[in-house]
Each structure stands twice: as C-alpha cells, then as structure tokens.
T-cell receptor
Framework: DSGVTQTPKHLITATGQRVTLRCSPR?????VYWYQQSLDQGLQFLIQ???????AKGNILERFSAQQFPDLHSELNLSSLELGDSALYFC???????????FGPGTRLTVT | SQQGEEDPQALSIQEGENATMNCSYKTSINNLQWYRQNSGRGLVHLIL?????REKHSGRLRVTLDTSKKSSSLLITASRAADTASYFC????????????FGKGTHLIIQP
C-alpha cells in the first residue's frame, strides 16, 4: 500500500460528459502528480501541484483541469469526454521535488 | 521525443534465472528510477539511482547507470513467479518539468 488513495476505482460514462477523479496523497507529501496511461500513448504526465499551486504541466488537454485543495487532496476534472479519453488515470505524490513518487491504484475511465 | 526506451519489450524466463532489462534516454538527468506495474494496477517504486552513481543494489535488484551512454539497466536475480510484471524506467526531463517521463516498459514473464 503506497498510502495514496484514489476514487473511484472505475468510472463508465458517455461521450460529452464530465467527470471528477479524486486523489489523496501520502501523509505529509506536498506534491501531487496526475498521469494518464493508455495502450497507444503509454504513461503520460498530465500536471503537477505543489502545496496548492500548479507547478508543472505536461500533455494535458484543455478539456482537462485539476486543482489541489488546502488539505492537499487533488481533483482531476475531465470534460467533454471523448472515446479516446478512456484510460487509466493515476495520481502520485512525493515528499520532495524530483524525488521518487508513490502511485495510487488508479481510476479506470471508460467512455462509451 | 524525450521518452525513454526499454529493451526488450517482452522477456520470458524460467523461475530462478536472472532477468536483465535496459533503458535508454536522450536528455540529461539528475536521477533515473525504475518502477514495477502488476497488470492494470498502480506503479510501485523500486529504486532510484542518481546521476553521480554508477551502480545501486536493493535486495535482488541491481541497477546500473551510464550517463555517457545515456543508458541504465535493471537486473533481477533469482527471479520468482511474483516478479511477473511490467517494468518501467522513468526520469525527470530537462527544462524544469517535474513530471516523470516513462518508457514503454518491459513486460517480464516468469515461467514456473
């Protein structure tokens, strides 16, 4: 158990809809990262927050957004969903910048 | 692309044998990490090697890093059925981005 929790485990929704994925980092970790894993693109970094502030952006679509709250949990919002957004979405946290990361179990999103 | 490349893509060996997988990258790094992923689950951090280190051990794992060749290898000795998983190398690319860049992974199968 990494100490990072993610909800929900599975999500099935239709094209055009909006969903919110939730992540709680390990106790004390200030950095939260979001990744997308799909068969064709592999594991891709989406966005990072550090102590409530956006710190780095990766290959995140404009339809996607995230935030980190004062209690350090984070949410990833995916809107106007397309079939190609079906993937595993992972949250990770770390104690320090550019350090080892601890991954949650992921949310499997299926867009039909 | 700054993505890492693992080699081989897949590896099948007998239980008890050693497994070696390689990773190449193109950017400068300050550390390189290896992660394991069991089918469809979250990633587990295995080992981190810093750019000023050449070799690091952790239990049955040995990692080497050659920054002149921009390559790393992961050796798993005395493999077990439970080692069956996908293994990814990951690093922080240059330019200040703080999300990990992952290779496509090596799928390791340990035959009992």
């Amino acid at each position: 158990d990494s100490g990072v929790t993610q909800t929900p485990k599975h999500l099935i929704t239709a094209t055009g809809q909006r969903v919110t994925l939730r992540c709680s980092p390990r106790s004390g970790d200030l950095s939260v990262y979001w990744y997308q894993q799909s068969l064709d693109q592999g594991l891709q970094f989406l966005i990072q927050y550090y102590n409530g502030e956006e710190r780095a952006k990766g290959n995140i679509l404009e339809r996607f957004s995230a935030q980190q709250f004062p209690d350090l949990h984070s949410e990833l919002n995916l809107s106007s969903l397309e079939l190609g957004d079906s993937a595993l979405y992972f949250c990770a946290s770390s104690a320090f910048v550019r350090d080892e990361q601890y991954f949650g179990p992921g949310t499997r999103l299926t867009v039909t | 692309s700054q993505q890492g490349e693992e080699d081989p893509q897949a590896l099948s060996i007998q239980e008890g044998e050693n497994a070696t997988m390689n990773c190449s990258y193109k950017t400068s790094i300050n550390n390189l990490q290896w992660y394991r992923q069991n089918s469809g689950r979250g990633l587990v951090h295995l080992i981190l090697i810093r750019s000023n280190e050449r070799e690091k051990h952790s239990g049955r794992l040995r990692v080497t890093l050659d920054t002149s060749k921009k390559s790393s290898s992961l050796l798993i000795t005395a493999s077990r059925a439970a080692d069956t998983a996908s293994y990814f190398c990951a690093f922080y690319p240059g330019g200040g981005a703080d999300g990990l860049t992952f290779g496509k992974g090596t799928h390791l199968i340990i035959q009992p």
